[in-house]
């Protein structure tokens, strides 16, 4: 991962965050954008999510297969694209699934993992900030952590980051999105 000034290793190894990684008029844009969208509940295994989701390129079907077709890339969201695989330290292509939340107040994220099919996850925060929590087994304890996910901030989720921790967001105290890239392991 190639670090800046700007990037803040913190939290598990292999988590990289930077604040203020787009700018409030992108924000902006983005979330003009996000308005015209079709979202659906979250679906996993035939329960109903509070949070509710589009998917762009391919998306995982919890219900179904797993990995899926979805529609492609809209335009207006390849230049986040190759911003965040840049932060990532991988070409715009390698992102080949783009998930965007809508997190409704009252609206949590469970503990998880991203799905093993799934290598390095770039996340970009708007409009409301939320605080990631991580957790990881230690014998009979977890050991625990948390992130502060400021609007327009971004993380990259590598390594033991990625492999060893799962996380999750507590239910949101007001609207906010989620903007998800996820490259496939080869």
Do not use: C
Request: no cysteine; net charge neutral.
């Amino acid at each position: 991962m190639t670090a800046s000034l700007f990037d803040m290793p913190i939290g598990p190894d292999g988590l990289l965050h930077r604040d203020e990684f787009i700018t409030p008029v992108e924000e902006r844009e983005l979330l003009d954008r996000l308005e015209g969208l079709s979202f659906e509940p979250f679906q996993f295994q035939g329960f109903e999510g509070r949070r509710h989701v589009v998917s762009f390129g391919r998306r995982y079907d919890f219900n179904g297969p797993g990995l899926v077709d979805a529609e492609p890339l809209p335009e207006w969201l390849l230049p986040l694209r190759d911003r965040a695989a840049a932060f990532a330290d991988l070409p715009g292509e390698a992102f080949a699934h783009v998930l965007i939340n809508k997190y409704p107040v009252g609206a949590p994220i469970g503990w998880h993992r991203d799905r093993p099919v799934f290598d390095k996850v770039v996340g970009v925060s708007l409009l409301s900030p939320a605080i990631m929590r991580f957790r990881q087994r230690e014998g009979a304890r977890w050991r625990r952590t948390a992130v502060a996910l400021a609007p327009r901030s971004a993380y990259v989720l590598d390594g033991p980051a990625r492999r060893d921790w799962e996380h999750s967001i507590p239910e949101a105290k007001a609207l906010r999105y989620s903007i998800t890239f996820r490259n496939l392991r080869t």
